[in-house]
């Protein structure tokens, strides 16, 4: 299987609204660059000035280049039998369907995000953009911001990524849907149109029914994601059953997780099923044993009538949060319930453990440690705003904390924002708190040491 590199530049920055001005596609076979095709396209419109200062592409440039329909054959030949690569493939992808989908002809390719892999592959940038990635990796690029210099500094991103880790490289190919594998009423055109922003989806079927809600932090790759999952028989079954596809931006993650569990009890869907009742069937409990040390366990809710400390999506979640606690807080395995012995734990044979389990630290010491976490924990007696990004640059999505209790979210316009905090809670809708938002926003804010907050 070859890979084709692609760079393309264009009148604007929307496939849907935009057309082609230039086009570079380097071939690589896995060892070596085997083929290489550039041209400008006249785009059969003006090239906005803005666009003209970016890239240097002139309509005087363009007036006697090739239009798109001359060079769709040689374009299609050159991709036959590859996997379609760009930086942000999402964009240049978009174009070719988008300049195809004008021919009548439908282009669909696997294809590869030069972006998403070499975050993976290559970790700890300071920034993946194309420009910034190349002087980071010593990769020259010449005429930035033209088809064949982008086009070919991303051919030299894409063997530096295929030389570390082919492996890994290749699982980030995305296969396209074939149109005939789904549902004959879902629009896929509509699927191609999802945004990549943070959201809540919903799926109906033909009758017009919801059957499943969820969120992401990328509408479109997730639900893409559904659509092609093959791996059971209940994402089978809900994929033939989608008939189409409807979506509400969120901004902000926080946002999208709260309103997706909103939206979830409200309509309970058939296929989201087992999160009808909680999502959060455990939690982290803390007792204290004969010998009077605090021990913390992770549990089943339904076994529990106290309130747990925190709540998680399945045991395996809340069991590598407590093994990560023990490490950090050093506490013993054996009383966190991760080690199971008549003696000491394993860790205090290798002295990461101060001797709890066998009576060799002092409870006061040893609790001490476990309360300095819970008091982390608690909200209590503070109120607060998390703020996040809006749907829009126009705005700021905040969430509210009253005295450590949910209260509610919404979106404030950024000049009142900036300007009239007295105004903001009119932007609120309030909601009561109950067991799942609590764990929402309080797994969320765990989560993420650095979020912007607003103290009241």
């Known amino acids: 299987m070859n890979f084709v590199i692609v760079d393309v530049e264009t009148t604007g920055g929307s496939p849907k609204n935009s057309k082609i001005t230039e086009i570079a596609m380097y071939k690589f076979d896995g060892a070596a660059v085997i083929d290489e095709f550039s041209t400008l396209v006249d785009p059969e419109m003006e090239i906005p000035e803005f666009i003209v200062r970016l890239t240097g592409i002139t309509n005087a440039h363009v007036q006697n280049a090739p239009k798109f329909y001359e060079i769709a054959k040689q374009i299609i030949e050159f991709c036959k039998d590859s996997i379609f690569v760009a930086h942000n493939v999402s964009f240049d992808y978009g174009m070719f369907r988008s300049e195809f989908k004008h021919l009548g002809f439908d282009f669909r390719k696997p294809h590869l995000c030069t972006v998403e892999s070499a975050r993976k592959i290559i970790p700890n940038h300071a920034s993946y953009s194309l420009g910034k990635l190349s002087r980071a990796l010593g990769i020259v690029i010449k005429n930035r911001h033209r088809a064949g210099g982008d086009a070919l500094a991303t051919t030299k991103l894409f063997q530096l990524l295929y030389e570390k880790d082919k492996n890994m490289l290749k699982s980030f190919v995305k296969e396209e849907l074939n149109p005939k594998n789904v549902h004959p009423n879902l629009d896929m055109d509509s699927i191609d149109e999802l945004p990549s922003k943070i959201g809540v989806y919903f799926f109906y079927n033909e009758f017009n029914q919801i059957i499943y809600i969820g969120k992401s932090i990328s509408i ?64 982290l409990f803390d007792t204290i044993n004969e010998e009077g040390y605090m021990e913390l366990r992770i549990v089943s809710i339904s076994k529990s009538e106290a309130e747990p400390l925190l709540h998680f999506t399945s045991k395996k979640e809340g069991t590598d949060f407590l093994m990560n606690l023990s490490d950090k807080y050093e506490l013993c395995q054996k009383l966190c319930g991760l080690y199971d012995s008549s003696a000491g734990c394993f860790q205090f044979e290798l002295k990461s453990c101060k001797g709890a389990c066998v009576g060799k630290e002092k409870t006061q010491d040893y609790n001490a440690r476990i309360q300095k976490f819970i008091d982390g924990l608690t909200y209590d007696h503070r109120s607060f705003m998390v703020i996040e990004k809006g749907r829009s640059r126009n705005e700021k999505s905040v969430v509210l904390l009253d005295k450590g209790k949910f209260k509610g979210y919404g979106y404030i316009p950024f000049p009142i924002f900036k300007q009239d905090t007295s105004r903001w809670m009119e932007f609120i809708q309030t909601l009561k708190e109950d067991r799942d938002t609590k764990s929402i926003v309080n797994g969320y804010l765990r989560k993420r040491d650095n979020y912007k907050r607003i103290e009241l």
């Open 220 to 283: 479109k790759n997730r639900v893409l994601q559904h659509l092609r999952n093959k791996n059971s028989s209940k994402a089978i079954r809900m994929g033939e059953e989608v008939a189409r596809v409807e979506y509400e931006l969120t901004g902000s993650e926080l946002i999208a997780l709260l309103f997706e569990s909103q939206l979830i009890k409200k309509h309970q869907p058939k296929f989201n099923r087992k999160l009808r009742k909680s999502r959060f069937p455990y939690g």
